[in-house]
């Protein structure tokens, strides 16, 4: 019985400490960017002839607390990019592991042409649901995620594109299909594997529309894995689904489509056919087959 808690607590364990050691990293880069928010403040507005000393010590605690959350995109962008080669070294580790249990098979990589027609469906998946839920007023109705929107998209253009549309999937990846997804399925089917993984993936976004959203993206990026037996797969198609996104919140390029509630139902509609039809051709055509297992393959 003891040994079945054991591996029990092992399994849990291993599924959830990468998360776990990112919000850890979170917290601490979010600790000491406050204080040092709060000590340039003080020493910006100190002063010793103040008449009213506790006002004076409330102004600048809220100065300070104004200037961290102006800074929240920066504090978990430096988070990511700190957790991130710890998520790869995890990576290449547990398929170190697996390779010693099972010989790893090695396929021959998909044509440009087919990662192409990926990163269409991915265009697609980021148009269609963002449609979709703007189109059926989810978004007004989620404070949550009103409040978590206007903090990813306040930094410029360029930065949203190298952190929210790089280095986040970059970190997504890794914790969620690179790691729980491969270690889910050691304990359970692929189907069962990629459906809680992609649950575990829309509650970490915190909010009823960014689990809308990624619940399904999970399940597509796991699809691309496994289709396209590379781990550039998913992370195509994450990078190509945020850049949209990012565009779509921080340039006009794509006003037209969601100008009104009919407008946003329709390219909510149209995404969504980009999507299917995508998957179709993709099911029918993209098919690798085994190569020399002395050949090696980039991830």
Known sequence: ?????????????????????????????????????????????????EASMIEHLQEMAYQAMEGILRSTYYITLVADLIVLPFLYLFFRQ????????????????????????LAVVAFGACIGFNGLIAGLGLIEVDETYQEVSELLYSASLPMQLF????????????????????????????????????MVFGLYH????????????????????????????????????????????????????FSGQIMRLLTG?????????????IRDTVKLEPVDPASKVEL
């Open 1 to 49: 019985m003891e040994g079945k808690r054991d591996n029990w607590f092992k399994t849990i364990w291993r599924l959830f400490y990468p998360l776990l050691l990112h919000f850890g990293i979170m917290i601490l880069v979010s600790t000491i960017w406050s204080v040092v928010v709060y000590v340039l403040v003080v020493e910006k507005n100190w002063s010793a002839g």
């Open 163 to 198: 952190g929210t549309a790089l280095v986040v999937p970059l970190c997504e990846e890794f914790m969620f299909r690179g790691l729980m997804y491969n270690r889910l399925k050691e304990n359970m089917s692929a189907g069962m594997a990629m459906i809680t993984a992609s």
């Open 269 to 281: 509609g149209v995404g969504l056919a980009v999507v299917y039809g995508g998957l179709r051709i």
């Open 94 to 117: 547990d398929k170190k592991q697996r390779e010693k249990v099972e010989p790893e098979i090695k396929y021959g990589h998909a044509s440009p042409a087919e990662y192409l027609l």
């Open 206 to 257: 915190g909010n009823m529309v960014q689990m809308l959203y990624a619940f399904p993206l999970s399940c597509m990026m796991i699809y691309a894995y496994e289709k396209y037996h590379s781990f550039l797969a998913p992370i195509l198609f994450h990078v190509v689904a945020n850049g949209v996104a990012v565009l779509i919140t921080g340039t006009d390029l794509f006003d037209f489509l």
